[in-house]
T-cell receptor, first 114, second 111 residues
Framework: DAGVTQSPTHLIKTRGQQVTLRCSPISGHKSVSWYQQVLGQGPQFIFQYYEKEERGRGNFPDRFSARQFPNYSSELNVNALLLGDSALYLC?????????????FGPGTRLLVL | TQLLEQSPQFLSIQEGENLTVYCNSSSVFSSLQWYRQEPGEGPVLLVTVVTGGEVKKLKRLTFQFGDARKDSSLHITAAQPGDTGLYLCAGAANYGQNFVFGPGTRLSVLP
């Protein structure tokens, strides 16, 4: 079975633009979480979706939004990009709702905002 | 908000040496996980510990959860170049809550 896949792998945007990142979870996994990893730091939790509903939100501004589709894939949207949004965006899937569940991470999308 | 600290921040050793990295917090965690992340990839789960004082072994890696469930250590015996990577700890205060990650320890094992 394929692991968690993310697209695109790399992305370059300019300040003020909008970006959409995509994630496909492992087959059968119903929970998807999004993390932001700035260079030199650990991943920071952005959102968790389970059964197409938002189940958790981290300390990120409203410029960040996400959704989960009926096939459990997910999109992360970031509006009005800032230079500080440059980071590796990681998607993780788990079989059930997060927390104690084992999460499997994708390779990430590296976003550079100029 | 739970905060996790990891030490050392960077570690460079020769192949064959032993090492220990630490994960500390002032908060109690119901479970704690260790991940390894290699450049260009997402973190890969190594172990989950849930019981205070618990010790788990994974080949040359030994993980320990503190008695008070506020800290953890990862010991690597006879390190190999393939152990090179960013080691992250992550803790969850309660089951069902999302994990909070530490900043990581970047390990380099030189041949």
């Amino acid at each position: 079975d394929a692991g968690v896949t993310q697209s695109p792998t790399h992305l370059i945007k300019t300040r003020g633009q909008q970006v959409t990142l995509r994630c496909s979870p492992i087959s059968g996994h119903k929970s998807v979480s999004w993390y932001q990893q700035v260079l030199g730091q650990g991943p920071q939790f952005i959102f968790q979706y389970y059964e197409k509903e938002e189940r958790g939100r981290g300390n990120f501004p409203d410029r960040f939004s996400a959704r989960q589709f009926p096939n459990y894939s997910s999109e992360l949207n970031v509006n009005a990009l800032l230079l500080g949004d440059s980071a590796l965006y990681l998607c993780a899937s788990s079989l059930l709702r997060g927390g104690g569940e084992t999460q499997y991470f994708g390779p990430g999308t590296r976003l550079l905002v100029l | 908000t739970q905060l996790l600290e990891q030490s050392p921040q960077f570690l460079s050793i020769q192949e064959g040496e032993n090492l220990t990295v630490y994960c500390n917090s002032s908060s109690v965690f119901s479970s704690l996980q260790w991940y390894r992340q290699e450049p260009g990839e997402g973190p890969v789960l190594l172990v989950t510990v849930v019981t205070g004082g618990e010790v788990k072994k994974l080949k040359r890696l030994t993980f320990q959860f503190g008695d008070a469930r506020k800290d953890s250590s990862l010991h690597i015996t006879a390190a190999q170049p393939g152990d090179t990577g960013l080691y992250l700890c992550a803790g969850a205060a309660n089951y069902g809550q999302n994990f909070v990650f530490g900043p990581g320890t970047r390990l380099s094992v030189l041949p």
